[in-house]
């Protein structure tokens, strides 16, 4: 007569089916996506939901996958420029930036941002805005798999065709024809760097009648790309 196990047998069982499944789940969505351009991301498929619910007559969704080889290299350079310089270094985290960021906000500053590309692909793909615990813990997860198993240049790809640009428009396959009528692989350095400059916030700032704001930014954005354009490593990615 086989033995029978106690209730806390089986719950702990049931977890360890639920986390073994949930494991399997998550690493099979991101290595399926080394190779398969995500048809939408998370954050896509929110403003869709929301911009449905609102009635939103405004929202136009406008998304197109572009591959690497069709993406000019002034893109390439220009979100590395502005959102993460130490990208081809680092292991998905930059560990400096989350120090700095930290230590500010136990000052009671301003927090700034220290995601990385892979973070922020991570974010865009699988998970919804927020600062909670859990969402960070779920973050740092997907960013840990998606370095462990996409190469840098995917990495890359990703974020620049899930990225937002504008309101509706993601992707800079979509930005560089809602913008400047061009497909992607023509947008020029100040292209590139308009782009970028409007990524902490595209349903503020605007490409379009660029405020005098942004326009610094595209001017910083232009001169750190022209820096690290030197670096070997960055050379050699995009």
């Known amino acids: 007569m086989a033995k029978?196990?106690?209730?806390?047998?089986?719950?702990?069982?049931?977890?360890?089916?639920?986390?073994?499944?949930?494991?399997?789940?998550?690493?099979?969505?991101v290595l399926l996506l080394r190779w398969v351009a995500p048809p939408t991301s998370a954050f896509m498929l929110r403003d869709r939901g929301v911009a449905w619910w609102q009635h939103d007559q405004t929202f136009h969704f406008q998304h197109e996958w572009v591959a690497w080889?069709?993406?000019?290299s002034q893109a390439k350079l220009a979100v590395i420029a502005s959102e993460d310089q130490k990208f081809a270094e680092h292991f998905g985290f930059d560990l400096e930036s989350i120090s700095a960021a930290l230590e500010?906000?136990?000052k009671g500053g301003r927090t700034r941002g220290a995601s990385t590309l892979s973070q922020q692909v991570a974010k865009?793909?699988?998970?919804?805005?927020?600062?909670?615990?859990v969402r960070k813990g779920l973050e740092a997860w997907f960013t840990l798999l998606i370095e462990s198993c996409w190469t840098k240049q995917r990495i890359l790809e990703v974020y620049l065709n899930v990225a937002e640009f504008g309101k509706g428009v993601y992707g800079v396959g979509a930005a560089s024809q809602s913008f400047f009528?061009?497909?992607?692989?023509?947008?020029?350095?100040?292209?590139?760097?308009?782009?970028?400059?409007?990524l902490p916030s595209p349903k503020r700032f605007r490409v379009t009648a660029?405020?005098?704001y942004v326009r610094k930014?595209?001017?910083?954005?232009?001169?750190?790309?022209?820096?690290?354009?030197?670096?070997?490593?960055?050379?050699?990615?995009?």
Do not use: H
Request: glycine residues 6%; proline residues 5%.
């Open 181 to 198: 009528e061009k497909p992607a692989a023509r947008l020029s350095a100040a292209d590139a760097a308009m782009l970028a400059a409007v």
């Open 217 to 238: 930014r595209q001017q910083w954005i232009l001169g750190q790309m022209r820096a690290i354009a030197k670096d070997p490593a960055i050379d050699a990615l995009i």
């Open 104 to 106: 500010e906000r136990r």
């Open 69 to 72: 080889a069709n993406i000019s």
């Open 124 to 133: 865009n793909l699988f998970l919804w805005p927020g600062q909670s615990w």
């Open 4 to 29: 029978r196990r106690s209730p806390l047998s089986r719950v702990v069982r049931g977890l360890l089916w639920l986390i073994g499944g949930w494991l399997v789940l998550t690493l099979g969505a």
């Open 210 to 212: 660029a405020s005098a």
